[in-house]
């Protein structure tokens, strides 16, 4: 059972990659996507499977500096962690490691060595680091027989075998055979400017083993940390002192508001950092006198937190009004049920019914003041924002 | 377009080559990061944030007092100036000054830069 690493991606696939099959990174240039292979592997090792790597772009000791930039230590798999030296004959400086290719521009030594590895390693998950720099130097058609025959002899024995491709302008019919042929699993990766957010995303373009789920989703590379998924803004909102700064700060791991005679005049501002989701929060202010701030600040909401005080169902029709102002009908949205501490506090189906709102909106018990049922509302909504699976 | 980014940052290190100039960033309208020059980036997120409230509060407030729409805001405090502008409807641009610099040449290249950043996003 080998997993990728990359948050979202192993529920999207069916829980993980079956073995002998392959996947490949499918990646844009100018994109960080490299570091997929690099994650797929050292998941790979910390649960206590084999590992190797092909390193054709970078030379060995590049890669394990690579791991450590991003926080990840291999030294105690040392065992479990082969590299095949496809760089370093290239600058003429002889090869450490037990797999070298000595001749990486000649597909037939490339072919030789990596059949070797596949019937000598036990199952593994073996990483090519750079199959497009592979491609440059052998040249694309050879390339692709050989990589149907690594792929064939992978599933004989067992291992999963992942590929870095990165997208140059190779010919059609190489691009076409990538993405539609060759692999049992393609992975894009690629950047996008919409609007003004300028992000990177991934998403499964096939996967034969399950169901395809035609889902993006934007994520970050943190150093250390990996691939991160990233939700630039998440939206908190609901009427005067439901609690919605108690609930950013109690949410984040840090945050910022402006808040004046304990009440919020401009924003609350909180970072998450929580199961490989990284997620900016914006808090609103509560009172009509903010409108307009409301208004400005809930723009381009991926998600929207909407806080009522459970004590206090006078306010609840201020409450659906503000759902108007954010514009949240359409996006992914929940209201939380807050101060479920204090005496006379509504149960989460009373304030349903009172809400009279579709059946599908889901209503949260929480006390952000102890931080009861924040993180557990914080999945609710990311499961709806990426798709929920 | 993926390289409209790369732009944008130009834009921004021309802007801090300016004498005085601490910081930069260009942010959304409504409060997202586009790109950032600070030292310390872990509060570039909610620098952005606070700075896309600043000019709209500000904005909302001469508009409904019939002045129009402000150039710009400009916060001074003993240790720094912070200058927030609008560039386009989509985005602004904010600059932190130190103390003594005169702000003549900073506020001529933010009003170019702030020109820039708006075709660059249009």
Same mark, same amino acid.
């Given at each position: 059972?080998?997993? !990728? ?43 206590? $499977? ?40 290239? =600058? ?29 390693? &036990? ?51 190489? @691009?076409?055979? =990538? ?30 083993? !399950? ?13 250390? $940390? ?65 409108? &307009? ?19 206090? &169902? ?42 009279? @709102? ?6 949260? &018990?929480? !006390? ?22 | ?17 300016? /004498? ?60 720094? /100036? ?41």
């Amino acid at each position: 059972m080998v997993k !990728t690493g990359v948050p979202r991606l192993d529920d999207l696939l069916g829980g993980d990659i079956p073995k002998g099959k392959s996947l490949v990174y499918y990646i844009q240039p100018g994109v960080e996507g490299e570091i997929f292979g690099l994650q797929t592997i050292y998941t790979t090792l910390i649960k206590s $499977g084999n590992g190797v790597f092909i390193a054709s772009s970078t030379s060995p000791a590049v890669v394990r500096e690579q791991f450590r930039e991003f926080g990840w230590n291999v030294e105690p798999f040392k065992k479990k962690l082969t590299f095949v030296d496809a760089y370093n004959s290239l =600058i003429g400086v002889p090869s450490e490691e037990k797999y070298a290719v000595l001749k990486p521009d000649n597909i037939e030594n490339f072919n030789e060595i990596i059949i070797k590895l596949l019937q000598e390693s &036990p199952p593994s998950t073996i990483v090519f680091g750079s199959l497009s720099t592979i491609m440059d130097l052998c040249g694309e058609k050879e390339t692709i027989e050989a990589v149907r025959s690594w792929n064939k002899i992978a599933m004989l024995y067992d291992h999963v075998i992942v590929y870095n491709f990165t997208a140059w302008p190779y010919s059609e019919e190489t @691009l076409d055979l =990538i993405k539609n042929e060759l692999f049992n699993a393609v992975i894009s990766v690629g950047g996008i400017a919409e609007r003004v957010i300028f992000g990177q995303y991934f998403g499964i373009l096939k996967a034969d083993w !399950t169901e395809k789920i035609r889902k993006s989703m934007l994520f970050r590379v943190f150093r250390p $940390g990996g691939i991160k998924l990233f939700i630039p803004k998440i939206v908190v909102t609901g009427p005067f002192n439901a609690g919605k700064s108690t609930f950013v700060h109690s949410l984040s791991n840090r945050a910022i508001s402006v808040d004046r005679l304990g009440t919020t005049i401009a924003i609350d501002h909180g970072h998450v950092d929580y199961k490989g989701f990284s997620a900016d929060i914006f808090g609103t202010p509560g009172q009509e006198r903010f409108d &307009p701030i409301i208004k400005l600040i809930s723009g381009e909401a991926m998600g929207i937190f909407l806080v009522v005080d459970s004590t206090n &169902p006078e306010d609840f029709v201020r409450a659906k009004q503000m759902l108007k102002i954010t514009k949240s009908y359409g996006l992914p949205f929940i209201i939380l049920a807050n101060k479920q501490d204090l005496p006379g506090a509504l149960k989460p189906e009373e304030i349903k019914k009172l809400f009279n @709102l579709p059946d599908d909106v889901q209503v949260l &018990p929480v !006390t952000a003041s102890n931080k009861t049922g924040v993180y557990e509302a914080f999945e609710v909504l990311i499961d709806k924002i990426t798709g929920g699976i | 377009m993926a390289d409209t980014i790369e732009l944008i940052e130009k834009v921004l290190a021309d802007m801090k080559k300016v /004498r005085g100039v601490e910081a930069c960033a260009a942010v959304s309208r409504d409060g997202l990061l586009i790109s950032a020059i600070m030292q310390n980036k872990r509060f570039a997120e909610s620098f952005a944030a606070m700075s896309a409230t600043m000019l709209g509060a500000a904005e909302t407030a001469t508009t409904e007092l019939n002045k129009g729409v402000p150039d710009r805001v400009i916060v001074e405090s003993k240790r720094g /100036r912070l200058i927030t502008a609008g560039a386009g409807p989509k985005a602004l641009i904010v600059v932190l000054v130190d103390s003594n610099t005169g702000l003549g040449l900073v506020l001529l290249e933010l009003e170019k830069s702030a020109e820039k950043l708006k075709e660059l996003l249009l």
